[in-house]
């Protein structure tokens, strides 16, 4: 999610502009001062209406490239052949499964699939409450999980506490930068957490984390913190969720999912966007364990959810990322970016903290580099300013002065350097 | 949805029944006896892995046929195009949009996408509490609304009382055959609802129907129900949402939405399965009033709710049936199909009752007409039978002894005739 002030209102004279607020009313948001009206992509390229060419440094849901003739012939292949839905035997929704759960870490052998993000972690929170019978939640400060009744109460970065219910605690996110505590100690945050929760009545069913912490400024977590913080929760009888919707599917460069990297092997795992490169497909990845809890009591079907179509897509987007190596181009592609970037902060004292691994890279703007400050509306000149250059990317974080440098994984050092380019011109008007 | 006795339990020799239960756990059922391995499916007809031909009775998400050609088109093209988001600027989602409001009564004039009928009714239960300031639901006993944490409690045909919030009470849907009561008189029933709601210190934020009662038996709202229950849910300070997820899009072959039929302008209208002829699409559409007073305090983004893709497939569908005149055929060809189940009726007394309207019919089977006793066992075995004379319908009701009948909008008095020759065939045997 992205801080309000870079959308923009709906007032220019492009007719568009003028329908769009007459059908969809306020509730939707434009990004940019000066809205883009994109008309065709390719890989890393989008295409606005006057042919203009823009360098996608921000969308990380076409994972394998913009329109990637591969998972377009996937899908124009399987919609011409079945469509149907899970109630039916088929291959492609055990074959998907099969991948991904090859992909976890032993014991999570599980697998259901969704439309969205947001069902994923709705139907991860589901399960949580079966298998815990709690209802509390802990997630952190400025965190996004999506937009469902019950989730978007987990999106602390959009539902102010009044509008939570007392059944969600939340926690300082994880940080190496802005905070001095190490891992450990940080992690802490967790007993006060339960604490609270307990004061309030709940028990704990499960601890939510975006395991790249892109709405809470890409933040570092530091050594040692999930293992710490995972402990905690699970022995106050609390399960961990790793929300893998923008971190997995080898985003980082170093591992395919998120939590790897953090050192703890989940209960579940919740995964969406990259998925279909598009279309819209998600899941969730648990253990037996937890799965025959909910059986228990329920059964679990999604109408859209692991059809036919979805899953080719799907498995097209793991065998082009098998194909042209896009994990590892990520890892090299990412820490040359993030050297150069280094570089740039060099130069610039605005530059604070360069962070984030692989294709997911966060420049955290500050007014001080001692007080760390934040630079919230240089941020938002700055994506302005990028737009203006061709460059399209985002800020994110509790003050939305955090540059999100978040572009599909086939961006090579030539996209790399126009970005550089742009962003180095831009720091310096 | 469809009561659990008429899944199977995983114990045969397919492999793949042994690859699903290891992969997907025993979350998920599939459908009949002896369960079925669709390979390939076009029109109104689906292909198991044998080459054995189907006649599909069953399937209202394909609603132009399946694999449409021109919806196929429509996928493959925008699919190679340009797959992105609502914040950007792209003309499908307005013109969408345009087309879908235009269908709906004046004053419903925004719209919200999403990508499934969950996620549409979990928007307006956000949307009705925002306007209302309150918390509490009406729902029939046996409705199906989804499955997300919040809506998944309206579905009372899955969720026991015990796992349902207080803010939810419920209602006896309303009925023709088995209640003898006038439509006013059973709309009294909301009064009830009312009261014991406000006992539990509760306020109605929405009464909620699926127009058809698919769930509910596909029962026959008696004349002036509706207008007197939602009168009543009104003058309480709630709001009326026609979940359409299954009842619109012309399945009744009298009007587009099903609660034209029912002589309600609703307060919120939320439609899903058909939109996209099997793509993940769905919807909801609002007025103003009701638009604002969500957008006061919050914004909504969804992922891939809107792309042009879906909204590519869904603007195909409603092309195809103008073109095709989907609508006036269910008419028609639902007419006289009902005429001939009813003169099966006549031969057969466990056909208790015939109704429904266009392209989504009902068969109440009975074991005794004049004390109407649910046949529930026959309706299974029925349901088993037609499938292995290569007919596939569902069952459906709080006693699960009503045929459901809803294929494809593009079913034709041939289809219909191979459909009741094997009905007279199973009835017989």
């Known amino acids: 999610m992205v801080p309000a002030s870079i959308f923009t209102e709906l007032t220019m004279a492009n007719p568009l502009l003028a329908k769009r607020r007459a059908l969809l009313g306020g509730a939707y948001r434009l990004f940019y001062e000066e809205p883009l009206h994109i008309v065709r992509g390719r890989g890393c390229y989008l295409y606005d209406a006057q042919g203009r060419r823009y360098l996608d440094a921000y969308n990380n849901v076409p994972h394998v490239g913009h329109c990637h003739p591969q998972v377009v012939a996937a899908?124009?292949?399987?919609?011409?052949?079945?469509?149907?839905?899970?109630?039916y035997l088929h291959e492609h929704v055990l074959d998907l499964a099969e991948q991904i759960t090859d992909l976890c870490a032993d014991g999570l052998a599980h697998m259901l699939f969704a439309c969205s993000g947001t069902e994923a972690n709705d139907l991860a929170l589901r399960l949580a409450r079966a298998r815990t019978g709690a209802e509390g939640v802990i997630v952190t400060e400025s965190a996004y999980?999506?937009?469902?009744?019950?989730v978007v109460q987990l999106s602390t970065e959009d539902t102010p506490p009044a509008r939570r219910g007392d059944h969600i605690v939340t926690i300082p996110a994880p940080d190496s930068y802005r905070r001095q505590a190490s891992g450990p100690e940080q992690a802490a945050d967790l007993d006060q957490a339960l604490a609270e929760l307990e004061r309030r009545g709940h028990r704990p069913a499960a601890f939510f984390l975006d395991t790249v912490l892109s709405s809470e400024g890409i933040a570092t977590v530091p050594e040692g913190y999930l293992?710490?913080?995972?402990?905690?929760?699970?022995?106050?009888?609390?399960?961990?969720?790793?929300?893998?919707v923008q971190a997995g599917y080898g985003r980082s460069g170093v591992s395919f999912w998120g939590h790897e990297r953090l050192g703890v092997v989940?209960?579940?795992?919740?995964?969406?966007?990259?998925m279909g490169n598009g279309h819209p497909i998600s899941g969730l990845?648990?253990?037996?364990?937890?799965?025959?809890?909910?059986?228990?009591?329920?059964?679990?079907?999604?109408?859209?959810?692991?059809n036919p179509v979805s899953c080719a897509a799907a498995l097209a987007v793991l065998a082009v990322m098998r194909d042209?190596?896009?994990?590892a181009?990520?890892?090299?592609?990412?820490?040359?970016?993030?050297?150069?970037l280094e570089g740039l902060a060099a130069q610039h004292e605005v530059i604070g903290d360069v962070r984030g691994s692989g294709l997911f890279l966060g420049l955290d703007l500050v007014q001080d580099r001692s007080r760390q400050t934040p630079a919230t509306d240089l941020a938002a000149e700055l994506v302005n300013a990028m737009r203006q250059r061709g460059v399209l990317l985002g800020r994110t974080g509790l003050h939305g002065n955090v540059l999100k440098i978040r572009p599909p994984?086939?961006?090579?050092?030539?996209?790399?350097s126009l970005l550089l380019e742009a962003l180095a011109d831009s720091l310096a008007a």
């Open 409 to 416: 994984m086939v961006f090579t050092r030539e996209d790399g």
């Open 75 to 87: 899908i124009s292949q399987q919609a011409a052949t079945l469509n149907t839905h899970t109630r």
């Open 329 to 340: 181009r990520a890892r090299s592609t990412g820490a040359w970016l993030r050297a150069e």
């Open 285 to 306: 990845v648990t253990s037996a364990d937890v799965l025959d809890a909910f059986t228990r009591e329920s059964h679990y079907f999604n109408t859209f959810g692991g």
């Open 266 to 274: 989940p209960d579940m795992i919740t995964m969406g966007k990259p």
């Open 145 to 150: 999980h999506g937009h469902s009744c019950a």
């Open 227 to 244: 293992p710490a913080a995972v402990a905690r929760v699970r022995s106050a009888g609390g399960l961990f969720v790793a929300d893998e």
């Open 324 to 327: 042209e190596q896009l994990m």
